[in-house]
């Protein structure tokens, strides 16, 4: 599907049916799958043979839905996975071992922060922070001789900081690794990381791409485009042979499939964070109206920033995609066509009069989500971000005053009324 415009992959990609076959994608729902030959299943375990034969593995029905999402986003292999979670943590886990370090933007989402910071670190993997606005020399003075890995989010879930991508890729392959750019916030619809130097790309497909907050899920799309032999020693789990799989050696034998395959054959498979194929189904469902929803939550938000920002009540806005925003310059070189439809804000009142406003709200609910058709909002710091102190809490960008606002899809003259009402 790769020359089709972005419309026509949300519709169509990742599943063709053959002739009289299912015009819908089906749902494997099926752990296994049965051979005739008992020798091509040992061939199936070596992966000398490309099919299924568990679920845990790879299942036919995630199989094209992760198809699409590497179509999407321009990569060459991709995987789905249980959640964001389990996405970001293979894709570092996936290229690091404990006595290794990574390098990683500190305005990121609250469970990444822990992931990275902590449960990572108690396996001996040690995470250094940088502010993303840093200066290239600052951001220079983060990297160690055992440094794999840089990460950073297109735009920062709830900060709303922007990623100047290329800054970050520039560092990260002057010193021989990979970026991985977690795209939730922008969906491929505004921005494709890989198009500005991003190595891999992850997803809570929870939000944007599901859409419609009914499952959890994740995605890991590899560009093929980092070269791991290039700098072997760095990544001796791709470039040397596994002998859990009779000594075969990953980039030889996958080429640019090399870090989805590693991901799934030993990852997916020692720890199973798999996606059931019934979610697949839906989060297909959402993508395949991706193209028209992203645009809608885009307007809305621009227009319920607008809005706050003239209210005398208001004391802020967060919102790249509107002029005046100190990261306007960075969405419109990197998302011109729009950013995502969350936005910040605070209130003269403080952190007493975000949480009375917020209770006050009708139509839109406050609820721990995000990125979904329906308005909704919440309080990062009572809520998602309540384990950080209020130093970590500034450094990841969030002010103890912040109400996330996720605009929906809603008419949004119906959603302006509800702020209005609850600013009273
Ligand atoms: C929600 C989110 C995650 C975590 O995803 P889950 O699907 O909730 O596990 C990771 N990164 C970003 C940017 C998110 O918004």
Known sequence: MSDFRMETK???????????????????QSTTFRYTSSEQMGRLFDLEEAGYFYTRLQNPTNDAVA????????G?????????????????????EAGDHIVCASAIYGGTYNLY?????????????????????????????????????????????????????????????????DNTFATPINCRPIEWGADIVTHSTTKYMDGHATCVGGAIVDSGNFDWEAHGEKFPGLTTPDETYHGIVYTQKFGKGAYITKAT??????????????????????????????????????????????????????FPSLEG????????KYMPGGSCG??????????????????????????????????CVLHPASHTHRQM??????????????????????????????VEQALL
């Open 10 to 28: 949300c519709v169509q990609s990742g599943y063709e049916p053959g002739n009289g076959e299912a015009r819908v994608l089906p749902i494997y």
């Open 67 to 74: 198809a699409k999402i590497c179509d999407l986003e321009g």
């Open 76 to 96: 060459a292999a991709a995987m789905l996975t249980s959640s964001g979670q389990a996405a970001n943590f293979y894709a570092i886990m996936n290229i690091v």
């Open 117 to 181: 910071a902590h449960t990572i670190r108690k396996m001996g993997v040690e995470a250094t922070f940088v502010d993303p606005d840093c200066t290239p020399e600052e951001l220079e003075a983060a990297f160690q001789e055992n440094t794999k890995a840089v990460f950073g989010e297109t735009i920062a879930n709830p900060a709303l900081v922007v990623l100047d991508l290329e800054k970050f890729a520039a560092a990260a392959h002057a010193h021989g690794v990979p970026l991985i750019v």
């Open 265 to 318: 054959a030993q990852l997916m498979r020692d720890l199973g964070s798999i996606q059931s194929p019934q979610n697949a189904f839906l989060l297909n469902l959402g993508l395949e109206t991706l193209h028209l929803r992203m645009p809608r939550h885009c307007e809305n938000a621009w227009k319920v920033a607008s809005y706050l920002k003239g209210h005398e009540k208001v004391a802020w806005v967060s």
């Open 325 to 332: 925003d100190p990261y306007y310059a960075l969405a419109q």
């Open 342 to 375: 969350v936005l910040t804000f605070g209130l003269k009142g403080g952190r007493d009069a975000a949480v009375a406003m917020m209770d006050k709200l009708k139509l839109v609910a406050i609820v721990t989500h995000v990125a979904d058709a329906r308005s």
């Open 389 to 418: 102190n209020d130093k970590e809490l500034l450094e990841a960008g969030v002010q103890p005053d912040l109400i996330r606002f996720s605009v929906g899809i809603e008419n949004v003259e119906d959603i302006i009324a509800d």
